[in-house]
């Protein structure tokens, strides 16, 4: 796995954000559009609501079996796996270079209404 971000960690700490920058008039696309297309799911995708979660379940579609994040925060629209490892529950998202893994609080496993990967 890449860089394990703790969730519990996360909201405790003061993270470095570094320099943002608008986007200029002049570049065609505005930040808007940009978040626009990336939560554009595709077409013919289904879900269902994950009792007891902020998150559905991709029930139809290319990325049939993951999650879809409906907490509001900044991975909301994205999709992701639930791994369990050593008693430990992640969400990942994306693979490869993109890959961005957050481990859930103790406590917070899937149940077996939700799913979830098992520790290979």
Do not use: W
Not at 44 to 70: C, F, M, Q, W
Not at 78 to 85: D, K, L, N, S, T
């Amino acid at each position: 796995m890449t860089e394990v971000v703790s969730i519990h960690a996360a909201r405790s700490a003061t993270a470095d954000r570094g320099t943002t920058h608008a986007s200029s008039p002049d570049d065609g696309t505005g930040f808007k559009a940009a978040l626009a297309e990336a939560r554009t799911r595709p077409k013919g995708e289904k879900t269902e609501k994950v009792s007891g979660h902020h998150y559905e379940k991709i029930v139809a579609g290319p990325d049939k079996g993951e999650y879809l994040n409906r907490t509001g925060n900044a991975r909301d629209g994205e999709a992701f796996r639930i791994v369990q490892r050593g008693g430990r529950t992640f969400h990942v998202y994306a693979t490869g270079k993109d890959q961005k893994v957050f481990e859930l609080p103790h406590g917070k496993g899937p149940d077996a209404t939700s799913g979830g990967t098992p520790a290979a």
